[in-house]
């Protein structure tokens, strides 16, 4: 069976590339090309493809609101994303779109053929790199939400505490805004650190910030 693939990149020059890649598979047919989400978008309205080779970074219609589009319509075609990009936010934010696969631009000529046929199976299609990437950020949310909820388990008061003390506040400080002694500050505070496993202020601060209790500082 043929798989039918439209590439869409806002350079002509890199989907003449890419067609010299895919022309040595014959098993796979560029049915068409669009400089941009938005005409990619409506070409498919007109023809019916397997798998989109999608660039992210277009000025006519960017490739992830394009994907979104594409992969939502409901008709089987399936979204490779190919790009510069390989920071996990862009990744990430690829396969939540609805894509099927990353390949970075730098390995087109090596991967993209094998790339195709696995998106056009169904499959996920990610580099090694980009699995590793992934699997950080999987740990990373699973302590992340691990931390909130330990978090959820303290007191309105005991939150209110950690707060002040990660935004660097004294006990007495604390005490004159909360309206309670500094016995009662260190009290709280006491409790914190046997729910939390907090022992110095820089741990406040660090999981503070990263409950999104606190802005980060800039400059």
């Keep these: 069976m043929t798989i039918r693939v439209v590439l869409v990149d806002d350079h002509a020059i890199v989907r003449t ?13 560029v049915v068409g090309e669009a400089s941009g989400g938005n005409e990619a978008v409506d070409l498919l309205t007109r023809i019916a493809a397997d798998v989109v080779v999608m660039d992210l970074s277009m000025s006519d219609g960017d490739g992830l609101t394009a994907t979104r589009e594409i992969t939502g319509a409901g008709d089987g075609t399936r979204v490779l994303v190919l790009t510069m990009h390989a920071e996990e936010a862009y990744l990430e934010a690829v396969l939540e779109a609805g894509a099927s696969g990353y390949l970075g631009k730098a390995d ?5 053929v094998e790339a195709v046929h696995a998106v056009a199976r169904g499959e996920i299609f990610v580099q090694p790199s980009a699995a590793r990437v992934l699997a950080q950020g999987a740990r990373r949310r699973d302590e992340q939400a691990t931390e ?10 005991e939150r209110e505490v950690m707060r002040l003390i990660a935004e660097g506040y004294t006990a007495p400080e604390i005490g004159e805004q909360l309206a309670i002694s500094p016995k009662t500050v260190d009290t709280y505070k006491q409790r914190v650190n046997d729910k939390l496993g907090l022992t110095h202020r820089a741990d406040y601060v660090k999981l503070a910030l990263k409950l999104g209790l606190l802005q980060a500082p800039t400059g």
């Design 108 to 112: 087109a000529d090596r991967d993209l």
């Design 17 to 29: 590339g890419l067609k010299a890649v895919l022309a040595d598979a014959p098993e796979i047919d």
């Design 148 to 157: 909130r909820a330990r978090y959820e388990r303290l007191t309105d008061r």
